[in-house]
């Protein structure tokens, strides 16, 4: 892994691969987190704003960069956007990457993945029904 102090290619890759993967389901896991309490689809109909119901395009959707570039606001009506989806996408984010750099591409890398999801999405699930935090 460590070659002459550096990272080799093959683990700069498995850790892109990790934080890619990683936002993308963290991603879904909002979408989770705010339609499974609601007894809503996580099918359809697309990702719209909680406050304007105003459908959000792609560049809205991109885990954390979008929260960060619009800091935090809705871009079409300006109101706030729960810190909730930016804590749960890093949160997801980092954790898939850190399995993937600590498993490697193993079966086990599969299962670590698969319990972290299911596990940040029952806790992110169960705060949203009881809005203990957010
Ligand atoms: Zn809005």
Redesign the pocket.
């Known amino acids: 892994m460590l070659m002459d102090g550096y990272l080799s290619d093959e683990l700069w890759l498995r850790l892109l691969a990790g934080l890619v993967i990683g936002l993308v389901l963290g991603s879904f896991i909002t979408m989770l987190s705010y339609r499974v309490p609601r007894s809503l689809s996580i099918i359809s109909p697309p990702s719209k ?1 909680p ?2 119901h ?1 459908k959000l395009k792609a560049r809205d959707l991109i885990p954390v960069l979008s929260w960060l570039l619009e800091r935090g606001h ?1 871009r ?2 300006h ?1 706030a956007i729960s810190r909730r989806y930016l804590v749960i996408e890093l949160t997801t984010a980092v954790s898939v990457t850190l399995a993937f750099w600590y498993f490697g591409l193993t079966p086990r890398l599969i299962a670590a993945v698969l319990g972290l999801v299911a596990f940040i999405s029952l806790v992110s699930i169960n705060f949203e029904r009881q809005r203990k935090i957010w």
């Open positions: 704003c406050h304007c105003t809705c079409y009506c109101r």
